[in-house]
């Protein structure tokens, strides 16, 4: 049972251009939500986040919408730069402290930015 | 600051070896993960500790076990290596705040035969 899913397995774009990645969540439970970036042979990194009380965080080139109803979430990189080429993972929490910070995470979208 | 740092990078064992992977954090943080990889299922949640002297089971602790040995360290053991242990091994921390950021170690590509 996938709680959070990436569909795409992979994105490939121009530098320059937007880049869209999605994600979908079944659990009603989830109140905060996480992307992180992974360049190979290293681990993931924090990237940026949005709390379920907002549909919208931005930060520089990253945006994360929310839609609450519909369970997606999105992050969009604006513009692409070849320097964002690794591999994007959609992670979940749950609320309140007996969460622990547990996150679930969705299978990730390798995103190649072309020159 | 050193961050999460995981040994060893590599390992391959026999089925039926046992093996320990260590982490350590120097961030003073008191929950800290044990995660692994595989291809196309994201990373899945072994073992965390809340705090120091506390473990508890994740989405996938069988064949595993941990010992949060102090504040600054968290191992993982394998006692007995299978074939579908075959993975790379994340160990990630947290702060207090924001609760749900978690800073990750280079990970541990471990191969069982």
């Known amino acids: 049972d996938q709680q959070v899913k990436q569909n795409s397995p992979s994105l490939s774009v121009q530098e320059g251009r937007i880049s869209i990645l999605n994600c979908d969540y079944t659990n009603s439970m989830f109140d905060y939500f996480l992307w992180y970036k992974k360049y190979p042979a290293e681990g993931p990194t924090f990237l940026i986040s949005?709390?379920?009380?907002?549909d919208k965080n931005e930060d520089g080139r990253f945006t994360v919408f929310l839609n609450k109803s519909a369970k997606h979430l999105s992050l969009h990189i604006v513009p692409s730069q070849p320097g964002d080429s690794a591999v994007y993972f959609c992670a979940a929490s749950g609320s309140g402290g007996t969460s622990y910070g547990k996150l679930t995470f969705g299978q990730g979208t390798i995103l190649t930015v072309h020159p | 600051n050193a961050g999460v740092t995981q040994t060893p990078k590599f390992q391959v064992l026999k089925t039926g070896q046992s093996m320990t992977l260590q982490c350590a954090q120097d961030?003073?943080?008191?929950?800290m993960y044990w995660y692994r990889q595989d291809p196309g299922m994201g990373l899945r949640l072994i073992y965390y500790?809340?705090?120091?002297?506390?473990?508890d089971k994740g989405e996938v602790p069988n064949g595993y076990n941990v010992s949060r040995l102090n504040k600054r360290e968290f191992s993982l053991r394998l006692e007995s290596a299978a074939p579908s242990q075959t993975s790379v091994y994340f160990c990630a921390s947290r702060p207090a705040t924001p609760l749900e950021t978690q800073y990750f170690g280079p990970g541990t590509r471990l191969l069982v035969l």
């Open positions: 500790s809340a705090s120091e002297g506390t473990t």
């Open positions: 961030m003073n943080h008191n929950s």
């Open positions: 949005i709390s379920s009380i907002k």
